[in-house]
């Protein structure tokens, strides 16, 4: 046993090298599968982003072809049936309407807010006696379906409402979830349809005094 002696160092080395490894490898390859599982849940997350990122563009595509269409769409403008009415009253069917359609695609309101006869605007500018306009300023809460479904929804309404915007983005805690901005303008004689014309055209610019007006883009 004494010819051994002088290899027991050795050995001891040996032996502790491999408990050293075999400990490095117990503490390092848990790391390396935690790292390899991170990286399959980014390039899923990636995925998932793209995904989305693709509805996000289908959806704004749709609502610029929707927008588009009702930009060259001859319609009428909402008449009141009553003269003398107030502001907020002339509106109230237009309001009403849009109202509807929010609760009809389960839309969820986070603000909202008007203002009456923008200045900008070329109707108030040149008929403000023969028209009345109103802007509608909202926040809304929704997904991509139902937002398609209530462009669609102004696009079939009989009367004309201008989008003057539209900003949608992901919700930050859930991409499935877009918070839009969307300011609809929103267009009413002042008298009743028995003493305004009630379409767009030549009548409604002769209303003007002559201006040549037409919807407004």
Not at 4 to 27: D, E, M, P, W
Request: aromatic letters at 10%; one cysteine or more; glycine letters at 4%.
């Amino acid at each position: 046993m004494d010819k051994y002696k002088r290899y027991y160092g050795s050995f001891a080395f040996v032996i502790a090298t491999v408990v050293l490894i075999a400990g490095a490898l117990n503490v390092i390859l848990p790391k390396f599968q935690q790292i390899n599982e991170l990286k399959e849940n980014i390039a899923s997350q990636e995925s998932k982003l793209e995904q989305l990122n693709d509805k996000t563009r289908i959806v704004q595509n749709k609502i610029k072809k929707i927008k588009n269409s009702i930009m060259s769409s001859q319609k009428k403008i909402y008449s009141p049936i009553e003269s003398d009415l107030g502001n907020d009253t002339l509106f109230f069917t237009l309001y009403n309407d849009i109202i509807e359609m929010l609760h009809a695609n389960s839309i969820k309101i986070r603000s909202i807010d008007y203002t009456y006869n923008p200045e900008t605007d070329a109707f108030v500018k040149f008929g403000k006696d023969v028209y009345f306009v109103c802007d509608v300023d909202m926040e809304v809460v929704s997904n991509y379906v139902n937002l398609g479904k209530l462009i669609q929804d102004i696009y079939q309404y009989p009367y004309y409402i201008k989008i003057n915007n539209i900003e949608v983005k992901p919700y930050q805690k859930d991409k499935t979830i877009l918070i839009t901005n969307l300011s609809l303008r929103l267009y009413a004689h002042t008298a009743p349809e028995d003493a305004q014309p009630v379409s767009v055209g030549d009548a409604d610019a002769k209303a003007l005094k002559g201006a040549d007006l037409p919807l407004p883009q």
